[in-house]
T-cell receptor, first 117, second 112 residues
Framework: DVKVTQSSRYLVKRTGEKVFLECVQDMDHENMFWYRQDPGLGLRLIYF???????EKGDIPEGYSVSREKKERFSLILESASTNQTSMYLC????????????????FGAGTRLSVL | KNEVEQSPQNLTAQEGEFITINCSYSVGISALHWLQQHPGGGIVSLFMLSSGKKKHGRLIATINIQEKHSSLHITASHPRDSAVYIC??????????????FGKGTHLIIQP
């Protein structure tokens, strides 16, 4: 089974702190994603990566950056945490394929609930 | 950008009832996903479909590409089906690297 592991389930940080959220997948997937989930807004894409050292902005990248130094690991960085970044953060991965639709299936981690005080 | 609308937002039903959750989207897609999220956060994929109908146990998903509409049905609903059900779409793209666009979810409660 595909496993996507997020380093923390719950995290409490102070305003202005630099925050790292880590995600590791064990299925050699090329693509990795970071989403945030807020009540009434659903999941929104922050950043994604389709290869090592490659990154693309999603719908709401402001205030975030990412790092992908190794294929299995995708990190989300909050450079200076703010209270409006209190949210549930979900990591996902998928494979790249040339045929069929299975490449579209994304596998999610359990989520990190971040509170910024 | 695709707009994904789900209805209803909240649904409470009695055990055994037939449940329908609807999803519509605004722009052509390569695939539509139905996801389930239980309290605690973890999201699992229930279905991915690009045409027709799929069935898994008591769950059935259908899609009408021309009308840009999909439905998720649960037959003989059970309290363990209580969860948030999320519709998401994959854009047309070359290799599946693009992120999904999500509906806001349907919070389903099945009462015994």
């Amino acid at each position: 089974d595909v496993k996507v592991t997020q380093s923390s389930r719950y995290l409490v940080k102070r305003t202005g702190e630099k925050v790292f959220l880590e995600c590791v997948q064990d299925m050699d997937h090329e693509n990795m994603f970071w989403y945030r989930q807020d009540p009434g807004l659903g999941l929104r894409l922050i950043y994604f990566s389709y290869d090592v050292k490659m990154k693309e902005k999603g719908d709401i990248p402001e205030g975030y950056s990412v790092s992908r130094e190794k294929k299995e690991r995708f990190s989300l960085i909050l450079e200076s945490a703010s209270t409006n970044q209190t949210s549930m953060y979900l990591c996902a991965s998928s494979r790249t394929g040339t045929g069929g639709l299975a490449k579209n299936i994304q596998y999610f981690g359990a989520g990190t609930r971040l509170s910024v005080l | 950008k695709n707009e994904v609308e789900q209805s209803p937002q909240n649904l409470t039903a009695q055990e055994g009832e037939f449940i329908t959750i609807n999803c519509s989207y605004s722009v052509g897609i390569s695939a539509l996903h139905w996801l389930q999220q239980h309290p605690g956060g973890g999201i699992v994929s229930l279905f991915m479909l690009s045409s027709g109908k799929k069935k898994h146990g008591r769950l059935i998903a259908t899609i009408n590409i021309q009308e840009k509409h999909s439905s998720l049905h649960i037959t003989a609903s059970h309290p363990r089906d209580s969860a948030v059900y999320i519709c998401a779409v994959s854009p047309y793209s070359g290799g599946g690297a693009d992120g999904l666009t999500f509906g806001k979810g349907t919070h389903l409660i099945i009462q015994p």
